[in-house]
């Protein structure tokens, strides 16, 4: 009960901030990038720079790059934060790489 209640809170709060793929089941929500921009140098970046860690969605065998895969079993107020700093991370990646 606890892991559905944590995940569904954590799903919630990202629904309100971004527009990850459908999540049906399971505690990982896949989060396409904009422009797509570079998933391994951007997941590199967000753990060495910002404290981050998401997985690149090739680890998931997507095809063409450009997703993140973040785990909502993640502690809601831990979540949150990080989900703060990928977001203003991918606008300014998305700025440089223009």
């Known amino acids: 009960q606890q892991i ?3 995940t569904k ?5 990202l629904r309100q901030r ?3 793929l459908h999540v049906s089941a399971g ?3 896949i989060l396409p990038l904009p422009d797509h921009q570079d998933e391994y140098g951007l997941v590199l970046t967000l753990l060495e720079q910002d ?4 997985q690149p969605g090739f680890f998931y065998d997507f095809p063409d790059g450009g997703w993140l895969i973040l785990s909502l079993l993640t502690p809601e107020p831990d979540f949150q934060e990080g989900v703060t700093r990928l977001l203003q991370r ?3 990646f998305a700025s440089v790489q223009r």
């Open 4 to 6: 559905r209640t944590r």
């Open 9 to 13: 809170a954590n799903l919630a709060w």
């Open 18 to 20: 971004a527009e990850p």
């Open 27 to 29: 505690w990982y929500a």
């Open 51 to 54: 404290d981050v860690l998401v």
């Open 90 to 92: 991918c606008e300014t």
